[in-house]
């Protein structure tokens, strides 16, 4: 019965992180600007690849690939933030945002 409940479950995960995944992809292709393009190739994508990690982890429930799935779920942690951040501050220093779309801008010199 638990491993019939944890099937489900990870079904559940894995359905929810490729729907995810695939919306991020699609607002990567559709949306019209860096900064739009950069937050659909970030938030969302996380989001379903922890939820994917998290589906894999119910289905294989061994230690040496839940050690491998955490750490996974981990750097994606790290490295996703940073490399937005880092995209978002090399297409505004390049002047490729437009600053009407900006509520507060906090890079420019005061």
Not at 38 to 46: D, F, G, W
Request: net charge neutral; hydrophobic share 55%; glycine share 10%.
């Amino acid at each position: 019965m638990a491993g019939t409940l944890a099937d489900w479950l990870a079904a559940a995960c894995l359905l929810a992180g490729a729907l995810l995944s695939l919306a991020a992809g699609i607002g990567v292709l559709r949306f019209p600007d860096t900064l739009a393009r950069m937050h659909a190739a970030t938030k969302p994508q996380v989001l379903g690849v922890l939820l994917l990690l998290l589906g894999v982890a119910l289905r294989l429930r061994t230690p040496s690939d839940l050690g491998m799935i955490a750490l996974v779920g981990v750097f994606q942690l790290a490295t996703a933030p940073v490399a937005a951040q880092m995209i978002g501050r090399a297409v505004y220093r390049s002047g490729r945002v437009d600053p009407d779309l900006l509520d507060v801008d906090d890079l420019t010199e005061r």
